[in-house]
């Protein structure tokens, strides 16, 4: 059986969150076509804005006592809620890990989700939308949105979940 837990982030996981960032956004770089700048590491991004926005949470996500990714939730304060980021290195994928940590965050917080994919990620489109239709099999419908200020980049599909608790056991 496997031991997921999904904790919050702590001050002293900064160090580890910009190390997995780097992971996120080099699986990301196939997608979207992203290159790492002149020292070899890919750009920051949102990781600043996450942290230091109190309308979101982030998370670490753990198998056993391991960090093998993590989750960044929008909205706590203010809903919709969003899953803003999600990722779990590839070791840990299709072994039940992202499934187990998706339904813990998505048990954490009642309301209506929001949960943005890319179609060109044909791995994440199917985890959300299998997801989507396990925990809300007919409270769940999909819309295609631009993406702000990246009119160079294909929409984004988002999974809009009607309000409803999860629980987050498998």
Known sequence: MLNVTVRSVLPDDLLLLDRLWQLYRHDLSEFRGSLPDDTGLFTP???????????????????????????FVSGVRAQPLRISEFFVVRAARRTGVGRLAARQLLATYTGRWEIAFQEENPGAARF????AVEVRPTGHREERRAVP????????????LDE???DGTP
């Open 45 to 71: 991004g949102r990781l600043p804005t996450y942290l230091n926005d109190p309308n979101s949470a982030g998370y670490v996500i753990c198998q056993d006592t391991r960090p093998v990714g993590f989750a």
């Open 149 to 160: 200020g990246k009119p160079h980049i294909p929409p984004d599909t988002w999974l809009l």
């Open 164 to 166: 409803a608790q999860v």
């Open 128 to 131: 959300w939308r299998r997801l």
